[in-house]
Nanobody, 116 residues
Framework: QVQLVESGGGLVQPGGSLRLSCAAS????????MGWYRQAPGKPRELVAV???????TYADYVKGRFTVSRDNAKNTMYLQMNSLKPEDTAVYYC??????????WGQGTQVTVSS
């Protein structure tokens, strides 16, 4: 069983930055593929970025060059550095942990609002 807790969301002006964190409990964090997803009101949940157990990363086109995903296995934590934020980045951001054998887990989400 893995429990995920996101933090770091909030209100930021367009062009600003935020860093989200996802703290994981349980064992074998390093073996999970970790991901960030987001969901805006009235829209489906969408992929933002993924980082594998070997630190390979994948980004959605709409965040490439602006967002950076990273992980610290010693701290059981994944991060999302978000720069040059736009109003369309406003959403609830969710942390995901995925393992072919151990299962698939979601956090409760953290709100990010980009507005002047």
């Amino acid at each position: 069983q893995v429990q995920l807790v996101e933090s770091g969301g909030g209100l930021v002006q367009p062009g600003g930055s935020l860093r989200l964190s996802c703290a994981a409990s349980g064992s074998f964090f390093a073996s999970y593929t970790m991901g960030w997803y987001r969901q805006a009101p009235g829209k489906p949940r969408e992929l933002v970025a993924v980082i594998t157990s070997s630190d390979s990363t994948t980004y959605a086109d709409y965040v490439k060059g602006r967002f950076t995903v990273s992980r610290d296995n010693a701290k059981n934590t994944m991060y999302l550095q978000m720069n040059s934020l736009k109003p369309e980045d406003t959403a609830v951001y969710y942390c995901n942990a995925d393992h072919a054998i151990k299962g698939h887990y979601w956090g409760q989400g953290t709100q990010v609002t980009v507005s002047s």
